[in-house]
């Protein structure tokens, strides 16, 4: 028959390894929260400024495209000034679509004013359409 001394000894022996091992399921836990943290409140901003910076990007483009169709219509070249023009709404319409940024969809009209006058060989209104749209393409850049 086991002694009560050795029962005793088994009994706070498993009694410790429990508690140990209840310990370390705490500190995995911790780790887990401590890592969910980081990912909701580090990581999901950065993430989320990618979509910007992409939005940003069409943006830019749309900007450069617009200028250098007013360069072209402040010249009287309207076909060119429509050429540009539409890689210009190009680019807004895919900011657009990502951004949902008003600005742009007020800078996608007068982009399609300028288009519309261009075509009909008015580059003088055409210019001042497309040259009021860079403003409002370049908001929230």
């Not at 895919?94 to 006058?117: F, S």
Request: net charge neutral; no cysteine.
């Amino acid at each position: 028959m086991l002694r009560k001394t050795t029962i005793h000894t088994t009994y706070r022996h498993l009694t410790h390894t429990l508690q140990r091992e209840e310990f370390m399921y705490n500190v995995m836990v911790r780790k887990a929260i401590v890592a969910g943290f980081i990912v909701a409140f580090v990581l999901a901003p950065v993430m989320g400024n990618v979509a910007v910076a992409a939005g940003n990007k069409h943006q830019a483009e749309a900007v450069e495209h617009a200028k250098e169709a007013v360069d072209h219509g402040k010249q009287g070249h309207a076909d060119a000034l429509v050429k540009h023009a539409e890689g210009a709404l190009k680019h807004a319409e895919a900011a657009m679509a990502e951004t949902k940024n008003p600005h742009v969809g007020e800078g996608i009209k007068g982009l399609k004013d300028g288009i519309e006058h261009g075509k009909a060989g008015h580059a003088d209104v055409a210019t001042k359409a497309v040259e009021g749209a860079i403003p409002h393409l370049s908001e929230g850049m």
